[in-house]
């Protein structure tokens, strides 16, 4: 957060914002689930973008956070330190509950600068997600780049399992490529749900030849996307990535998170990713995407 941030009298009264630096322009709705509308080089997209006043939810946005769990969570029910818990249907029809709850929900707009914004959003227990927190979102603009931190605090009285991440969406254009370094790639079955590893040395290819819709292990932590507008780095502190690259889309998503769909589900969960934090305890999750146009 910048030194300079100033608070906001009345911080959900208003729900859009924007931020220019150089020929950057980000868009912000707070009031629809913490999400990006849009982020232009002038009048061309870096990410899928709307202005902010066309933006009917968080799933048609340039980017949304993913909190306190990142894709499936199977069947919208788990077990946790010897209880039983469930969660809602939030995703159309789909069996499992997805992308946690943070989406779903207006954040608050609790501070900004000329180049920086945080929001905020408290979660009480409720049929989505049965543990109280606090999730802050930092986002800051630069002329050459985006940066974005998640910072969340338990503020349940016991300990909860705990996911971050982003879902950011990129334009799908003629020379669109990515290059990422990887070890292993999640197989899944007809819902969507990881079943086993396979080696993946990586992903070196134009995204017109790509036909991912998996989450990958091993990754460093960096992604190159270029394509005839932009060079694209998109760097994170998480260990995990949801790639996405569906043929009959315009756009194509790379996901940096913390842990592998459905771990709570797995064996392990903490070798998986997911993290338990105990009551007052936070976990901070960053992001930064460099633009370079051509």
Known sequence: MSATTTPLDSP???????????????ALRADLGGSI?????RDTPILRSTEP???AGARQSACYPLVPYSNRLAYKRFRWKGRDYTTETNFDDNPHSV?????LRAWDMVSHSATDVVLRYRHSPDAHWPFAFEAQQYFALTPHSLGMQMVFTNTADVAQPVGLGWHPYFPKRERSRLHIELSNRWESDATQLPVRQVAQAGIDSDVSHLGFDHCFDGWNGLARIRDEKFSLQLTSNLTHLVVYTPADKPYFCVEPVSHVSNAIHMADPVAQGLRTLQPGESFEASMRL????L
């Open 99 to 103: 992308h946690g709850v943070g989406w």
């Open 53 to 55: 006043g066309s933006l």
């Open 290 to 293: 460099d633009v370079s146009p």
């Open 37 to 41: 509308a849009g982020l232009w080089h």
């Open 12 to 26: 959900a009264a208003e729900g859009t914002f924007e931020l220019h630096a150089g020929a950057l322009r980000l």
